[in-house]
């Protein structure tokens, strides 16, 4: 059984910098596309960034330049880095998973296992 784990989030001032944690816990995670989510207050959840089994990344152009996608294998774990975050930023972060696929996956039915999500406020 596959397990997603966020960690990382809390409370941050807009301008600093923040990174996100997704580990992964049984299957073998050099396989496993991982995309991050994200839900703000009183919206649905919208894709944020993917990195495929391959180290494709793909980042929505909402966050682009800002936020960046990358896998440590050896340690089984993603990184979402967020530089320069804004309030726009506050949401539920979540981790998403499923074997093989690619970065650019951004649909929510595409990935099989999810984490339970770390919250992100950014403070003006």
């Known amino acids: 059984q596959v397990q997603l784990v966020e960690s990382g989030g809390g409370l941050v001032q807009a301008g600093d910098s923040l990174r996100l944690s997704c580990a992964c816990s049984?299957?073998?995670?050099?396989?496993?596309?991982i995309g991050w989510f994200r839900q703000p207050p009183g919206k649905v959840r919208e894709f944020v960034a993917g990195?495929?089994?391959?180290?494709?990344?793909y980042v929505e152009d909402s966050v682009k330049g800002r936020f960046t996608i990358s896998r440590d294998n050896a340690k089984n774990v993603v990184f979402l880095q967020m530089k320069s975050p804004k309030p726009e930023d506050t949401a539920v972060y979540y981790c998403?998973?499923?074997?093989?696929?690619?970065?650019?996956?951004?649909?929510?039915?595409?990935?099989?296992?999810w984490g339970q999500g770390t919250q992100v406020t950014v403070s003006s």
């Open positions: 049984g299957g073998t995670f050099s396989t496993y596309t």
């Open positions: 998403a998973g499923r074997l093989g696929g690619s970065g650019w996956f951004m649909g929510e039915g595409l990935y099989d296992f």
């Open positions: 990195i495929g089994w391959s180290n494709d990344t």
